[in-house]
């Protein structure tokens, strides 16, 4: 008994030191893990290349502190326009900490924010964001025009951004290879910058296109373009003709419909058109999509159409048979996306017009090419912007300008122009979408400014 009974004890006191010891060597690793940690911060944060601050104090001598701040006119890189092109260029340009100043005549993601309420990203937000900062994991796949603006808004905070500043005047001096950029302030006060690189990064819509009808000003009704409409709210229960069946026009009328207006649309001319998921699919598979030739989109088109809109041409709306992608590249006019209005008209909610308005004979009647007076409270132009004034035509010389714009009225976008050296053009290629573009634009207009030393 007394040896079984000292068995047990040896057996007890030799757990309770295992247990001692695991626990001891527990605390050990932790400790020796908590200071591994320690030093790897402490590493990185003093032998890192760029901390941000002088490593040690530095005591600034008098001559220095009693000299002016030098205000430096020359950047590397100049920017004009601070919309999703001009700010994911910039944000590439401040990775590689290069010289770089963005201007824009008004606030970045103003021009978002003025835009119909109902408006949202015709892209989803995977494809549409802007360099090294996704949209929130909470926003929809379709981003409305304010979240936009405010995304914007809020990226332009940590780029070098000056609002409310137009270029009055861009000049080339080939012999120094400098730009000579003349700046406008809001309040009219000027300064004279030089910059290596000049990137138009404005966009190609400037004016309204505005047509030109007999007798227009007879017309009593109220007469507006799409660039001035906010929502349906102001047309209830009016007749609403909306002119062009664009991706504004078909999105205006279901806007009108939604309040109770009545709206009829003039389809003037054949279209593309596709659906909404269509386009969720196709941006999913936008690498694969991308590497493939415009023509190569072209053999399933009529196959395509003949399941999606097998009796279409009973609506009074024909579809295009040339390329959808080919159109896309070649022309810039992107594909009538439906949000639910191809049903609407299906129903007999919304009436197409086949036709050209003829002229306005008096009050609210408008005549039409084929004959018919119809009257209507109101005229929604949804007729586009004039390509031929593109901002950018505002402060380079007239002849640069015009040079841009290749014979079918498309300025090659993202590669630097070649009749002008030292100028890029950013943001107007659309292939599968105008948003997911510039970020594979600006990355090759940053890889070809460093191969060419411009940075």
């Known amino acids: 008994c007394t040896l079984s009974l000292k068995r047990k004890t040896d057996r007890a006191n030799h757990f309770l030191l295992s247990s001692f010891d695991m626990a001891f060597w527990s605390i050990v690793v932790f400790a020796l893990g908590i200071i591994a940690t320690l030093t790897a911060q402490w590493a990185?944060?003093?032998?890192?290349?760029?901390?941000?601050?002088?490593?040690?104090?530095?005591?600034?001598?008098?001559?220095?502190?009693?000299?002016?701040?030098?205000?430096?006119?020359?950047?590397?890189?100049?920017?004009?326009?601070?919309?999703?092109?001009?700010?994911?260029?910039?944000?590439?340009?401040?990775?590689?900490?290069?010289?770089?100043?963005?201007?824009?005549?008004?606030?970045?993601?103003?021009?978002?924010?003025?835009?119909?309420?109902?408006?949202?990203?015709?892209?989803?937000?995977?494809?549409?964001?802007?360099?090294?900062?996704?949209?929130?994991?909470?926003?929809?796949?379709?981003?409305?025009?304010?979240?936009?603006?405010?995304?914007?808004?809020?990226?332009?905070?940590?780029?070098?951004?000056?609002?409310?500043?137009?270029?009055?005047?861009?000049?080339?001096?080939?012999?120094?290879?400098?730009?000579?950029?003349?700046?406008?302030?809001?309040?009219?006060?000027?300064?004279?910058?030089?910059?290596?690189?000049?990137?138009?990064?404005?966009?190609q819509e400037a004016a309204p296109l505005r047509p030109s009808w007999p007798t227009m000003a007879q017309y009593t009704g109220e007469m507006l373009h799409s660039v001035d409409y906010t929502s349906g709210r102001p047309f209830v229960n009016?007749?609403?003709?909306?002119?062009?069946?664009?991706?504004?026009?078909?999105?205006?009328?279901?806007?009108?419909?939604?309040?109770?207006?009545?709206?009829?649309?003039?389809?003037?001319?054949?279209?593309?058109?596709?659906?909404?998921?269509?386009?969720?699919?196709?941006?999913?598979?936008?690498?694969?999509?991308?590497?493939?030739?415009?023509?190569?989109?072209?053999?399933?088109?009529?196959?395509?159409?003949?399941?999606?809109?097998?009796?279409?041409?009973?609506?009074?709306?024909?579809?295009?048979?040339?390329g959808i992608v080919e159109d896309i590249v070649r022309y810039h006019k992107a594909p009538v996306q439906d949000l639910g209005t191809m049903q609407l008209i299906k129903d007999g909610e919304i009436d197409v017009i086949k036709s050209e308005v003829a002229s306005f004979p008096g009050g609210k009647q408008v005549k039409f090419s084929n004959g018919d007076v119809r009257s209507y409270d109101a005229v929604l132009l949804a007729t586009g912007y004039q390509h031929s004034q593109s901002p950018f035509a505002q402060f380079l010389d007239p002849e640069i300008a015009k040079s841009l714009v290749n014979d079918d009225g498309v300025v090659p976008s993202g590669v630097e122009s070649s009749t002008q050296p030292q100028l890029y053009l950013l943001g107007f290629e659309d292939y599968m979408g105008r948003l997911a573009e510039i970020n594979s634009e600006t990355l090759n207009v940053l890889e070809d400014m460093k191969m060419k030393a411009y940075i």
């Open 44 to 203: 990185l944060n003093n032998f890192a290349i760029d901390i941000g601050q002088p490593e040690y104090p530095q005591r600034r001598s008098m001559a220095e502190i009693m000299q002016p701040p030098i205000q430096r006119n020359h950047v590397d890189v100049l920017i004009v326009g601070a919309g999703h092109a001009g700010l994911a260029m910039a944000a590439r340009l401040e990775r590689e900490k290069a010289s770089y100043l963005v201007v824009d005549k008004e606030e970045p993601g103003s021009s978002w924010a003025k835009r119909y309420d109902r408006l949202h990203l015709h892209t989803i937000k995977a494809i549409s964001h802007l360099p090294y900062w996704p949209y929130p994991a909470d926003f929809p796949t379709f981003i409305s025009k304010d979240s936009v603006a405010r995304y914007l808004k809020a990226y332009s905070q940590f780029l070098n951004v000056r609002s409310h500043t137009r270029v009055k005047e861009a000049k080339f001096n080939a012999v120094h290879g400098l730009w000579r950029i003349v700046l406008e302030q809001q309040d009219g006060s000027q300064a004279v910058w030089t910059c290596k690189v000049l990137v138009a990064a404005t966009g």
């Open 238 to 322: 009016q007749s609403v003709l909306v002119v062009g069946f664009g991706n504004s026009g078909s999105e205006m009328a279901l806007d009108l419909w939604e309040y109770h207006a009545r709206p009829s649309v003039l389809v003037r001319s054949p279209i593309h058109m596709l659906p909404r998921w269509m386009s969720r699919i196709s941006a999913h598979l936008y690498p694969l999509m991308r590497r493939m030739s415009p023509a190569s989109h072209k053999g399933s088109q009529p196959l395509l159409y003949s399941m999606l809109w097998p009796t279409i041409e009973q609506y009074n709306i024909s579809l295009k048979t040339s």
